[in-house]
C-alpha cells in the first residue's frame, strides 16, 4: 500500500473551499487514492475515492494529478461540520486493507 | 437503520476479564473488519473476514478472538484484558467481492476502558 503524506493541520473558513492536498509518490498503477474522515468520537466516514480520473460527488471532489503522485480533496462550501480529521489513504486491488496514516485536522471557524 | 452497528457503545471492565463486542452489518456485504484506535488516535485494522473466512490478521495477540457466525456477523471475543487494550474499537465491512474500489463503511465505535 502506497505511503501518504499529509499536512498535520489546516484551517478554512466557513463557506470557503477546503483544499486537502496530499502526497502519494510510491502509489502504483492499480492502487486506489481514498479519502476518509473522523468527526470527534466517530466512526470514518467514507468521503470519495479514485484511480485515475477527478471524481466528484454529494461530499467533496477528487482532483488526481495525472502522473497519480499527488491528489486534494476540494470540499467545495466547508461548514463547521466538516472539522475533523481527513485521512488519505491508498489501498491496493487486493485484499482491502485501509492503512491510516496521521490525517490532516480540518478546522473550519466561522 | 444503522448500516454497521456495534454493542455495547461504552465498556467498563476490570483487568482479568473476557468481554465480547458485537458486530452487525445490514448492507449485504461479503468482507467486515475489526480496527482499534488508540489513545494516540492511531487506527490500525486487527482483522478481516471475508464470507466467514479470516483473510487478515494483523499479528494481534491470542486473547483476541474474532468470530464471524454468518456474513452478516462479526464478533470481537477478549479474554484476560489488559489495562492496554482500552481503545476505541470499530466495526467496518465493505462490497461484494474482496476487491479495491469498494468501499469499506465503519461502525460508530465502542470504547472500552479496562481499570
Known amino acids: 500500500d502506497a505511503k501518504t503524506t499529509q499536512p498535520t493541520s489546516m484551517d478554512c473558513a466557513e463557506g470557503r473551499a477546503a483544499n486537502l492536498p496530499c502526497n502519494h509518490s510510491?502509489?502504483?498503477?492499480?492502487?486506489?487514492v481514498y479519502w476518509y474522515r473522523q468527526i470527534h468520537s466517530q466512526g470514518p466516514q467514507y468521503i470519495i475515492h479514485?484511480?485515475?480520473n477527478n471524481e466528484t460527488n454529494e461530499m467533496a471532489s477528487l482532483i488526481i494529478t495525472e502522473d497519480r503522485k499527488s491528489s486534494t480533496l476540494i470540499l467545495p462550501h466547508a461548514t463547521l461540520r466538516d472539522t475533523a480529521v481527513y485521512y488519505c489513504?491508498?489501498?491496493?486491488?487486493?485484499?482491502?486493507?485501509?492503512?491510516f496514516g496521521t490525517g490532516t485536522r480540518l478546522l473550519v471557524s466561522p | 437503520d444503522t448500516a454497521v452497528s456495534q454493542t455495547p457503545k461504552y465498556l467498563v471492565t476490570q483487568m482479568g476479564n473476557d468481554k465480547s463486542i458485537k458486530c452487525e452489518q445490514n448492507?449485504?456485504?461479503?468482507?467486515m473488519y475489526w480496527y482499534k484506535q488508540d489513545s494516540k488516535k492511531f487506527l490500525k485494522i486487527m482483522f478481516s473476514?471475508?464470507?466467514?473466512?479470516?483473510?487478515i490478521n494483523e499479528t494481534v495477540p491470542n486473547r483476541f478472538s474474532p468470530k464471524s457466525p454468518d456474513k452478516a456477523h462479526l464478533n470481537l471475543h477478549i479474554n484476560s484484558l489488559e489495562l492496554g487494550d482500552s481503545a476505541v474499537y470499530f466495526c467496518?465491512?465493505?462490497?461484494?467481492?474482496?476487491?479495491?474500489?469498494?468501499?469499506?463503511?465503519f461502525g460508530e465505535g465502542s470504547w472500552l476502558t479496562v481499570v
Open positions: 467496518a465491512s465493505s462490497g461484494i467481492g474482496v476487491r479495491a474500489g469498494n468501499t469499506i463503511y
Open positions: 510510491t502509489i502504483s498503477g492499480n492502487e486506489y
Open positions: 479514485g484511480l485515475k
Open positions: 489513504i491508498g489501498m491496493n486491488t487486493g485484499f482491502q486493507k485501509l492503512v
Open positions: 448492507l449485504g456485504h461479503d468482507t
Open positions: 473476514y471475508n464470507n466467514k473466512e479470516l483473510i
